[in-house]
Structures are given as C-alpha cells and as structure tokens.
C-alpha cells in the first residue's frame, strides 16, 4: 500500500500530467505547493457564486442570504468587487440555465466527489452536481483569465464526472455524463457529454493502469506542453531538457537554408522551448538567491532599477519656486485601464454607462497552429493577388 502522501498526488487537477507522464508524481516528491494570489482570488470567487447559487436553487432564504452576502464583502474586501459580482453572476445564470433545461433535476453544490476505485485515494470537489433521470452533469468554475480551457476529452473534469457518476449511480440510471466548464472572465463556456460506457472503457482501461503506475513511479516520462507545464520538477527534469536540446541535434535537409516544413518543427518547439528556459531561470534564480546555491560560473549581481522620486510634494514646490508652471512639470491625469474601470463600476454597468466608446480594435497578426479556433486572415500576397482579381474582373 502507498503512503497517504502519494495518494494525495493523485489530483484530479493534476490528472493531465500524471496521466500523461506518470513518473512525473515521484519527481514532485519533496516540492512544496506554492499559493497565488490568483489562487486566493478564485476561491473567493468560488465562495461567492456557492452562496449566490444557494439562494437562487431555494437552499438558503433571502434573510439569510443578504446577511451572509454583507458578511462576505466585508471579510474579502481584498479581493470582492463590482467586476467579480458581475462575473459570479454570468457563472451563476450558466449553472440556472443547465438545471432548468433538465427533467426532474436536483442540484448539489460543493460535492465531494471519490474516483478511488479507479485512481488510488483519488478525489476531489465538483463545484456543482446536476442530477436527472437519465444525465448527470458536472460544472466546474475557473475564475482564472488566463487561456481558454476546454472540456472535451479534459481529465480533470472527467474524473469530476466520474466520482459523480459512481456517487448517485445507485439511485439513478445514468446514460451520460455531461461536464461543463464556465470560465466567465473569458466569456468562455465548455460542454463534453461521453455516454456512460465510454467513460467507463477510459477509466478501466486508461485511467486505473496510469494511476497505478504513477503510485508506484513507473511508466515513461513524456514532456510536452501539457504536460510540464504544472509540472513542479519542470525546472529539473532531464527528460524535459533532452526533449528540448533535441532540436540542436536536428538534421537539417538542405544543409544551408531552413526550409519551411524546417520553420514549422522550429515554431511548433518554439513555445515549449521558451516556457522551459524561462522555468530554468526563474528556479535558478530562485535557488541562488534565496537557498545559497552555487551554479558554476553565474553569480548573483544587483540588476538595474529606475531612479524614483522620493518625495513629490517637495519636488513639486521646489520646481514651483522656481518658476517652472504646473503645465510643464505635472502629467494631465488619466483614465485607469478598463480592467480597474470594471473592478470599480461592474462589467454590466460599465458597459451600459460607456459601452459605446470601449472599442476592440484589429489584433496585430500572430503565427498559430493550424487546429487554432480563430479564422485564417490572408496573407499580405493573397490579400493582392485578391485585389488584383477585382480590378482585372472589374
Ligand atoms: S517536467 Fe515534464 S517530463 Fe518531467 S516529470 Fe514533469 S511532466 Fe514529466
């Protein structure tokens, strides 16, 4: 039997990368979990839409609810603002609208969901559990704004589903298992439905043997994006660098001149290799300046920093009794960025108060893969060849 420890690994957080690269649980072995701000900033926004979601489904009565509300402004004032209420809020209405379109539905919040029999000691928490004759549907928030996050074929969710459908499985006679997931900040909203037996076939056949391997740290390494990126040995790990020093090794056709399938493999390496030496940066940086190490050759130096003025008033009387005006020596003042517009205002009243003149303007281009959701833009050529077609039709 593994120790408690191990089990704990077992994350459904963590499900892409320990089920993408099992060792990657023994290399994490003796790396502390560290706390972001962003961190504390979701579970409050977790808490908020758990107290908004259990007035709106009759669970809590309004009394109560608009004292705990007051009550939970004033303890998270860090974090609570007119921005997050309106996000809680979109998240919230997502949530309504998935319960009401279902028959004979129950809804239950902050489930505690056990994946043990398929992940050792595996479990975790489903922000919300919809029940129904013959579905059942999980809905995960993420308060992050990161990146768009998707549900389809996403572990993490599918274990939440999983321990879902092996807790109410007794009483109902599921079909399908739906998982959503809501990232209101991005305006975001992702479905995945799998039948019941399919998700069963990934858990027996795919899940159960990767957590045992992973238990016992056997299995091959696999670095790739998905799955070094939360890694907590990314900065260690000499699979992950062999894999990225492979393109030194590379073997050029035409040994003078890139050609493009050569640009592709680059660019398709490009971000990996990036995000890996900005990892080896950061964590030598770290363990230099804050654990003593010695790294050969490197040392640890004052970086460069930006005069500042200590004391404006008295910089601002000075220049005036000099005779320099107000004009010359003070900035006009500006507006705050949008984001702290909204944070103050509310992202629906902003929109409603000044909505006409928030623009988007055009995103300058960016190279992505081919499988990105956004639309091709033409190229500058076709673009002209385009142009030319009109005239010479025209
Ligand atoms: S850094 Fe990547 S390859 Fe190495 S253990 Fe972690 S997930 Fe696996």
Request: glycine share 6%.
């Amino acid at each position: 039997m593994a120790s408690p420890e191990i089990h704990a690994k077992l994350s459904a957080s963590g499900a892409k990368r320990w089920l993408g690269c099992p060792p990657s649980v023994r290399m994490e072995e003796g790396f502390s979990d560290k706390s972001s701000v962003y961190a504390e900033e979701g579970t409050v926004a977790h808490s908020l839409s758990e107290l908004k979601l259990k007035y709106e489904t009759g669970k809590m009565t309004k009394t109560i609810y608009n004292k705990r509300f007051a009550r939970f402004k004033e303890k998270h004032s860090d974090y609570y603002n007119a921005a997050m209420d309106d996000y809680t809020d979109e998240y919230v209405a997502v949530v309504l609208e998935h319960y009401h379109a279902l028959e004979n539905p129950v809804i239950e919040l902050e489930v505690k969901v056990d994946f043990s029999e398929w992940v050792p000691g595996g479990f975790g928490t489903s922000d919300v559990v919809i029940t129904s004759d013959k579905l059942i549907e999980v809905i995960d928030l993420k308060y992050g704004k990161g990146i768009p996050v998707s549900a389809e074929n996403n572990p993490q969710i599918m274990l939440y589903g999983l321990g879902a459908y092996a807790a109410y499985d007794m009483i109902y006679d599921f079909e399908t298992v739906r998982m959503t997931i809501v990232q209101p900040r991005l305006g975001d909203i992702s479905t995945f439905e799998i039948s019941v037996p399919d998700l069963l076939q990934w858990a027996n056949d795919y899940v159960r043997p990767r957590a045992q391997m992973a238990e016992e740290g056997k299995g091959e390494f696999f670095p790739s994006e998905d799955t070094c990126q939360w890694c907590k040995a990314k900065a260690i790990c000499k699979a992950r660098a062999d894999k990225n020093l492979e393109i030194v090794q590379y073997e050029f056709a035409d040994p003078n001149e890139l050609t493009p399938e050569d640009i592709a493999d680059i660019l398709g390496r490009a971000k990996e290799i990036e995000n890996w030496l900005k990892d080896i940066k950061d964590s030598s940086l770290e363990k230099v300046r804050d654990h003593g190490l010695h790294i050969p050759g490197w040392k640890l130096v004052e970086g460069r920093s930006n005069r500042k003025i200590t004391d404006t008033d008295a910089v601002t009387l000075l220049l005036d009794a000099e005779g320099y005006t107000e004009e010359q020596i003070m900035k006009p003042e500006s507006l705050r960025s949008l984001t702290d517009l909204e944070k103050l205002v509310g992202k629906k009243n902003l929109s409603a108060l000044v909505g006409p003149y928030i623009v988007k303007p055009e995103g300058a281009p960016v190279l992505v893969v081919e499988t990105d959701k956004r639309p091709e833009l033409s190229s500058l050529d076709s673009a002209n060849e385009d142009f030319e077609g009109v005239n010479e039709d025209g």
